[in-house]
């Protein structure tokens, strides 16, 4: 038994013989030609056949892996009829009497080469789409076939890295998972492998041999591991594992458009935390009820300046119109500790956690501010949307900022721009001090979200980002279940509602405790919307709630 | 000839997406339709050197257009680069 360990990007285990990728070899051989005008045409039927086949696998990509999957085809299409490209590739046959095979090699090298001189990572890597293309008019120039699976049975799928063209052709029905040498966990196969539910691992490296073909193999894609030649144990342990996995997606799909209630009765709203518009679509796969965060860095993240009210306004509206009748919460600027942005000029600090960030920027700098809120409200008239400030402490902060918003309504009134009426405002509830005068700051607002990162963080003192620190960080301690409790009984007491935007949202483990707190809404990852909705129709709060309260207000606990 | 100037919104620039969605879009028109930023300017319907221009958030960009349709050509795309860049 041989154990590798890779990074795994698609969970799921895979059994199976272990299968080599064959990449169809594309020999160029390189000869000087008289007919110039025969050799062009016979680029031209290959260019078009090649365009005909990005069609098919554009149409394949959809229905197998949706829109976005398509395009990346349809561009790889326009690409091969790009008429730079095409001109290139002509003038090297008519010039220099250069052979189509030759002509088409020698222009992917100058594109590639290209993209891969600018400055940007993501027109670097589409070097590769340059040569996926002209690989493909190679292939049929040189009559060859394209690689494939000659395997009768299905298989474990071994590669060094697969191009998007190559995992889309293949035959899924043969594959069990991918094993790849390279590769990240935003690579096209790891994309197309969770978009396909084929487990997957990525970057083993060379520790895969050739030798190892045709051997029996289990992959597990949560972990990363791959087992060669499995003793009976391993091989006992991970297909129980399988079959565990399999019965509860399956019990996933059939969840999908089913309530999110408990046994008893009691229902909890379960939204989505999305980082840039292209998420909703993940949002709506999995059937979130609504989006509790949408952090709006990412627009300030992404440019070289401030980002104009226009540009935010239409990543708001865009986000709003898409959820139609859902409610979107979108929280303002959250920049500053561990998000930087060069030309906010923020003074370097020694301790940023507990610096200038946040509402904090916002209201020392309300120009930034009022251009944000402005957005927001202009965008309020295509949705349904709630507006939450980060980083409170004080009641003060929060009526300042909402005599901000006051403001801007009035402006965008008087300048006679739509705008709902009804956009809730909200805070998050992520430092102890909020927390401990929330019955105050429930007076202020329409509803609390906790930020349970940083509410651990501050509460413990316990700074997230120091790895060693691992047994005290404890988001389960109960200093901040204590902390939850309390903010959900003073938002009640003052008839809003409490939801938790952090990563504890989507902890299994403490689902029960939420319900039995009385939380109204958890805010989690799209991936993260069955598996909790799972464990909320398990729950019987008649069972659990009062036996979890009293631990937590046990005065002697076991340990 | 018909210009309009125009400052990028799209988050990501003329990535290859709203790239290829803009070289779709000028096909309609028989004008010609260049793109210009500081001193290089590039065909429109040419999709590998409209992504080689690298032009980013924030960015402006003269579009020029010229023919015997650009009076709906250049409406069309300004309304263009207002819902997709």
Same mark, same amino acid.
């Given at each position: 038994m041989i154990t590798i360990q890779g990074k795994g990007v698609s969970a799921g285990v895979g059994i199976g013989p272990l299968y080599f990728y064959h990449r169809a070899k594309t020999t160029i051989t390189r000869y000087t030609v008289e007919d110039t005008d025969a050799e062009w045409h016979r680029f031209k039927g290959a260019q078009t056949a090649a365009i005909e086949q990005l069609g098919a696998l554009a149409e394949k990509a959809r229905a197998e892996a949706g829109d976005e999957a398509a395009m990346l085809f349809e561009t790889h299409q326009m690409m091969a009829e790009? %008429?730079?490209?095409?001109?290139?590739?002509?003038?090297?046959?008519?010039?220099?009497?250069?052979?189509?095979?030759?002509a088409v090699a020698d222009t992917s090298v100058?594109?590639?080469?290209?993209?891969?001189?600018? &400055?940007?990572?993501?027109?670097?890597?589409?070097?590769?789409?340059?040569?996926?293309?002209?690989?493909?008019?190679?292939?049929?120039?040189?009559?060859?076939?394209?690689?494939?699976?000659?395997?009768?049975?299905?298989? %474990?799928?071994?590669?060094?890295?697969?191009?998007?063209?190559?995992?889309?052709?293949?035959?899924?029905?043969k594959i069990l998972g991918f094993i790849t040498a390279g590769g990240s966990g935003s690579s096209h196969t790891a994309i197309l492998a969770r978009t396909m539910g084929i487990p997957a691992v990525v970057g083993v490296g060379d520790a895969l041999?050739?030798?190892?073909?045709?051997?029996?193999?289990?992959? /597990?894609?949560?972990?990363?591991?791959?087992?060669?030649?499995?003793?009976?144990?391993?091989? /006992?342990?991970?297909?129980?594992?399988?079959?565990?996995?399999?019965?509860?997606?399956?019990?996933?799909?059939? %969840?999908?458009?089913?309530?999110?209630?408990?046994?008893?009765?009691?229902?909890?709203?379960?939204?989505?935390?999305?980082?840039?518009?292209?998420?909703v679509h993940a949002v709506q796969v999995n059937d979130g009820g609504g989006i509790g965060l949408f952090r709006s860095e990412f627009l300030y993240l992404n440019c070289e300046d401030f980002p104009t009210e226009d540009q935010q306004f239409e990543a708001y509206k865009q986000v709003l119109s898409d959820m139609e009748d859902k409610e979107v919460i979108i929280r303002t600027l959250d920049i500053g500790a561990d998000k930087q942005i060069g030309y906010f000029d923020l003074p370097k600090e020694e301790n940023p956690a507990m610096g200038m960030r946040a509402l904090r920027i916002c209201l020392t700098r309300p120009e930034i501010f009022r251009t944000q809120l402005r957005a927001l409200y202009r965008a309020s008239a295509f949705g349904k949307l709630g507006i939450m400030f980060p980083m409170v402490t004080s009641v003060w902060e929060v009526r300042e900022a909402k005599r901000l918003c006051e403001e801007v309504r009035r402006e965008l009134k008087?300048?006679?721009?739509?705008?709902?009426? &009804?956009?809730?405002?909200?805070?998050?509830?992520?430092?102890?001090?909020?927390?401990?005068?929330?019955?105050? %700051?429930?007076?202020?607002?329409?509803?609390?979200?906790?930020?349970t990162n940083d509410l651990t963080q501050y509460t413990l003192a316990c700074d997230r980002q120091n790895n060693d620190l691992g047994r005290f960080y404890d988001p389960h301690h109960p200093a901040v279940l204590r902390l939850l409790q309390m903010v959900t009984e003073n938002a009640h007491k003052n008839g809003i509602w409490v939801g938790i935007c952090g990563e504890l949202g989507a902890d299994l483990e403490l689902t029960e405790t939420f319900l039995a707190l009385g939380i109204d809404e958890l805010s989690v990852s799209p991936r993260a919307v069955l598996p909790l909705r799972n464990a909320v129709r398990m729950t019987d709060t008649r069972d659990s709630s009062a036996r979890i309260l009293a631990a937590l207000a046990d005065e002697y606990p076991a340990h | 000839?018909?210009?309009?100037?125009?400052?990028?919104?799209? #988050? =990501?620039?003329i990535h290859a997406r709203p790239a290829g969605l803009l070289v779709k879009e000028v096909k309609k028109y028989q004008s010609a339709v260049t793109i210009a930023k500081g001193d290089k300017s590039v065909n429109a319907l040419k999709l590998m #050197?409209?992504?080689?221009?690298? =032009?980013?958030?924030?960015?402006?960009?003269?579009?020029?257009?010229?023919?015997?349709?650009?009076?709906?050509a250049a409406p069309a795309l300004e309304a263009f680069f207002q819902a997709h860049l």
């Open positions: 790009d %008429l730079d490209y095409e001109e290139a590739i002509e003038n090297l046959i008519n010039e220099q009497h250069l052979n189509a095979e030759a100058q594109f590639a080469e290209m993209f891969e001189a600018m &400055d940007d990572s993501y027109m670097q890597a589409r070097a590769a789409d340059v040569k996926d293309v002209s690989r493909r008019i190679l292939g049929i120039l040189n009559g060859t076939v394209q690689g494939g699976i000659a395997s009768e049975v299905p298989v %474990l799928l071994a590669a060094d890295d697969l191009a998007p063209s190559e995992t889309v052709q293949l035959d899924k029905s041999k050739p030798e190892y073909e045709g051997r029996q193999v289990i992959v /597990d894609g949560a972990t990363g591991n791959v087992v060669i030649d499995p003793d009976d144990m391993t091989r /006992d342990r991970l297909m129980k594992k399988r079959e565990e996995q399999l019965r509860l997606q399956r019990l996933l799909e059939t %969840l999908k458009g089913q309530p999110n209630v408990t046994k008893d009765g009691k229902t909890i709203r379960i939204y989505c935390n999305i980082g840039s518009p292209e998420d008087g300048e006679g721009i739509p705008y709902s009426e &009804d956009v809730q405002i909200g805070i998050m509830i992520e430092t102890p001090a909020a927390a401990i005068i929330s019955d105050r %700051l429930a007076k202020e607002v329409d509803f609390f979200s906790c930020g | 000839m018909k210009q309009f100037v125009y400052t990028i919104k799209e #988050a =990501v620039g #050197a409209l992504m080689g221009m690298g =032009v980013k958030c924030g960015d402006t960009v003269t579009v020029s257009v010229e023919g015997p349709d650009e009076d709906t």
